[in-house]
């Protein structure tokens, strides 16, 4: 174990990571002396969830041998562990390591699930020094017989466990914090519509499942009729919110969540259900090249992707994915950059654009004053 060469990353670079810059940051350095340094380096967590029955969901939750070093005897993911340097690692070869961890762990093969995905990036520092936590969602078949590792967890409490009783664990101290905070999240978010949607081939024949892809900052009337007609046409909707890692900027003005809360609350308001879509967390790799494969990596197959983005329908076009048809929209005037320039300059135009439910939460973040700050140190700089 003291053997394992670490995907280690300098302090300053780890803002690089976030736009999905990670062969060319990472460097190796043996398990031992990282931890001894405290030298930051890359990490994978991962929350497994599985049908019960037609009305409930289990997750899996992993309770830390009391020989740990940190957090002894706590409640935590259902799997983690380091990520193994490797020349040109990418998200791929992260999720790779992913399986691994869960297979060591808690005996989980890939054949055991029907289906593992990105779901978020986040900085984390413990007792000893930072990781960076790529974190994974997977939903195990339900069948499904663990093989716990008596080394590295308690195999009594190592187990799948209710909602209600995953609540109770929350409820404790003794259970990491970085992992309460996305056992948190899941519970909030409505997992049976990620449960129940049906993969499809990327060549699929009918209007089962579409994915649409926005930034969403923010989300306005244009991406509601996008919405309208795609629930329209489609029994599931994938939606995809792009540069999901990028926010306080004067492009991206808003954070992953709140432009999660902003799809949420406006679909809710129009009485579209929550078991007819799921929002997936699409942060940007630069690359086109790859950009494809890494939102499929994520989202997982669908039947057609609806995009007005000519950028967008190119790439997934020269992948052989099928693509729907435009739908027609005042470009500009339902457009994120006029929006964000109207709320920037005070003009109350903007009030027209966005939904109502979006505004009251674009107001509770401060959200205005944001834009109006991010657009005045621009002007500053230039």
Partial sequence: MEDEILACIKEKDIKYLHSGQIAKHVFPVNRKEAHNKGIPHLIVRIFIIKRKNKSNIEFLVQKRSKNKKTYPGYFTDSASGHIIYEKGLDLSSIKENAYRELEEEVGIKGKDLKKLIFYDFKSEKDELTREVAYIFLGVAKENIDLKLNQEELETDSSKFYSRSE??????????????????????????????????????????????????????????IHVLYRIFEIYEYVKIAIGSSQISHTKENPFTKEERKKFIEAALKKREI????????????????????????????????????????????????????????????KYNGTYIRELIAEGNEKYRSLVPNEVLDIIKDSNGFERIQGLYRQEDNYE
């Fill in 273 to 332: 259900r929550e078991e007819n879509y799921f929002i997936y967390y699409v942060p940007d790799i630069f690359n086109a090249k790859k950009w494809v494969e890494h939102v499929v990596s994520i989202v997982g197959n669908f039947d057609k992707v609806v995009s007005n983005s000519d950028w967008v329908r190119e790439l997934f076009k020269n992948e052989n994915y099928k693509l729907s048809k435009k739908i027609t929209l005042f470009k500009n």
């Fill in 166 to 223: 995953l609540e109770n664990i929350i409820n404790k101290k003794d259970l990491v914090d970085h992992s309460k905070e996305v056992w948190k999240e899941l519970l909030s978010s409505d997992l049976s519509s990620f449960i129940n949607e049906r993969e499809k081939s990327k060549n699929g024949n009918d209007n089962n499942t579409a994915l649409f892809i926005g930034r969403f900052q923010p989300l306005h009337h244009g991406h």
